[in-house]
């Protein structure tokens, strides 16, 4: 039996495999489909925001994702100039995919709010874009790197538990057993509702296509979030044609969108005739907005999509999903060893469902604002002008970024339940407490194994031996900021746990870290 079963082999269900097993616990991933089947739909481009990357650069993983970032801006870049019947034409593409390139690689762009670019004019804007089975791949190959099992053409049919376990029966009648399982199994999830749980919201407003497809004549139309009849975009990935129209929501999403549906939602926005002379594959998504009422019903949990739908625009539900993993990870693996009570798994929900909850809100306003007609273009104007406050866009920006994530709002001192601040060069405590002699290190390198951090100022001893019962799960540092913000406890993920007063730091160690050995 192992210790944990993730069902779902998407980028959450991969990065919670990691962060379970860099944490101790075995993981072992269940996904129905192929990587070739996953591929033909990885349609479109997903971003991660600054606080996403933040939190992958404390595993070393944001040098992979750039990389491969850089190899696709390559890629659509060559293909950017080939062929005569690919949607929005060569110059059109090209100059397309340079701009992006640009503002992406320059960090000049922090996000967009219903299609109102969130720009950083002075650059430093932290933010990547990818294709979805590209991110897979990278996070696939640290899966494979840290020894995680991942088993391909395994669809979950049945999910139930008892008091030592849960069994997930596979769609050829084997069952597979493990301590816990959790369910990354995206919006229709099986392990959602084969466990109970409720998953109350509000239906589909909107339709969403996107294909791979060809025009008889490219330049008949261009890309425009405002036309009459919707959105469409012609080139943000050569040779893929979207379109969304405010229709009620879509009706069978999983029949094979066609040539003669698509051209007829390109004729319905647009206003124009046009001619789909290739269409080879496609997908159909909505606004459906649902909300899980709790992400843990006993040894059953849920994460990304599974336990929150709402519309893409705006691209956070990647994100909002990998904060799910890397909020969960560590905690799972130290209930499941045994080294931390139970009760450490109800911190998940009150963490992580408020800031879903948030999220929802701003997508539907996002929808609200995609919507044509003249009222709706008035209000886009007036929202372009408030984003020209520097204090307006810095608010729009940190909520679409994610980097006002607070898990303990008004708790004593402004760092606890927030992002670790940069803390410079740290050098490592010795195990009896004094400063070792190893060259500084930074202090994200420290958590890319996993364990939490307590930061002590330079020349204090104490760091070490506070930290001497939990040194398996927690590593002693000394840096410099400390003089400034004081000692912290910094999770594995990267938050802000304790800072400040000595006497109650056994109380919060063995809290997040269960008890001390």
């Known amino acids: ?136 791949s990278v996070l696939a190959t640290r899966a494979a790197e840290l020894g995680v099992t991942v088993r391909q053409g395994c669809g979950v049919t049945e999910v139930t538990q ?63 979030l405002r036309g009459p009849g919707g959105l469409v975009n012609l080139s943000l990935v050569p040779g893929e044609i979207a379109t969304v129209e405010f229709d009620g929501g879509p009706g069978d999403r999983d029949a094979p969108v066609t040539a003669p549906e698509l051209q007829e939602s390109l004729r319905r926005v647009t206003g124009i005739d046009v001619v789909v002379t290739r269409l080879e594959t496609g997908i159909r998504y909505g606004d459906n907005t649902r909300h899980a009422d709790t992400y843990r019903k006993g040894r059953v949990l849920l994460a990304g999509d599974a336990a929150h739908v709402h519309s893409p625009i705006g691209g956070q539900g990647l994100n909002l999903g990998l904060q799910d993993a890397l909020n969960l990870g560590w905690k799972l693996a130290l209930v499941a060893r045994g080294l931390a009570p139970d009760s450490l798994l109800d911190t998940y929900t009150a963490e992580r469902h408020p800031v879903a909850a948030r999220v929802l809100r701003d997508t539907r306003a996002q929808v609200a604002l995609m919507r044509p007609g003249a009222q709706v273009d008035a209000l886009r104007e007036v929202l372009a002008e408030v984003l020209e406050l520097p204090d307006a866009r810095r608010h729009f920006a940190a909520m679409v970024e994610g980097t006002d994530v607070d898990y303990a709002p008004g708790a004593a001192g402004p760092l606890v339940g927030r992002f670790v601040p940069p803390l410079g060069e740290t050098a490592p405590v010795g195990p009896l407490g004094g400063q070792a002699r190893s060259a500084a290190v930074p202090a994200d390198g420290l958590l890319t194994d996993g364990r939490g951090l307590l930061v002590g100022a330079p020349g204090e001893s104490w760091p070490g031996e506070a930290v001497a019962g939990h040194r398996d799960r927690v590593r002693a540092v000394v840096a410099q900021a400390a003089t400034d913000t004081g000692a912290l406890l910094v999770r594995p993920d990267g938050y802000v746990a304790w800072a400040g007063g000595r006497d109650s730091l056994g109380e919060t160690l063995a809290a997040w870290f269960g008890p001390a050995r």
Not at 65 to 72: F, G, K, R, Y
Not at 177 to 199: E, H, I, N, P, T
Request: proline fraction near 4%; hydrophobic fraction near 40%; glycine fraction near 16%.
């Open 162 to 224: 008892d008091g030592t376990g849960v069994a997930a029966t596979l769609a050829d009648g084997r069952v597979v057993r493990g301590s816990y399982l959790v369910g990354c199994d995206g919006g229709r999830s099986v392990v959602r509702k084969r466990s109970g749980f409720a998953f109350s919201g509000t239906p589909a407003t909107m339709t969403g296509r996107t294909a791979e497809a060809e025009l008889a004549d490219p330049g008949a139309i261009t890309s425009s």
């Open 1 to 136: 039996m192992t210790d944990v079963i993730i069902v779902g082999g998407g980028p959450v269900g991969l990065l919670l495999a990691c962060e379970l097993t860099l944490a101790g616990a075995d993981a072992l991933v269940l996904e129905a489909a192929s990587d070739e089947d996953r591929r033909t739909r990885s349609l479109g481009l997903r971003s991660l925001n600054a606080r996403t990357l933040r939190s992958l650069a404390l595993r070393g993983l944001t040098g992979p994702l750039a990389e491969a970032q850089q190899a696709m801006f390559d890629e659509l870049s060559g293909d950017g100039g080939s062929g005569d019947g690919v949607a929005g034409g060569p110059s059109a593409q090209a100059d397309v995919v340079a701009l992006m390139v640009e503002v992406v690689q320059k960090g000049m762009i922090r996000g967009h709010f219903s299609g109102l670019p969130l720009l950083e004019p002075a650059g430093g804007a932290e933010y990547l874009m990818l294709k979805q089975h590209r991110l897979e």
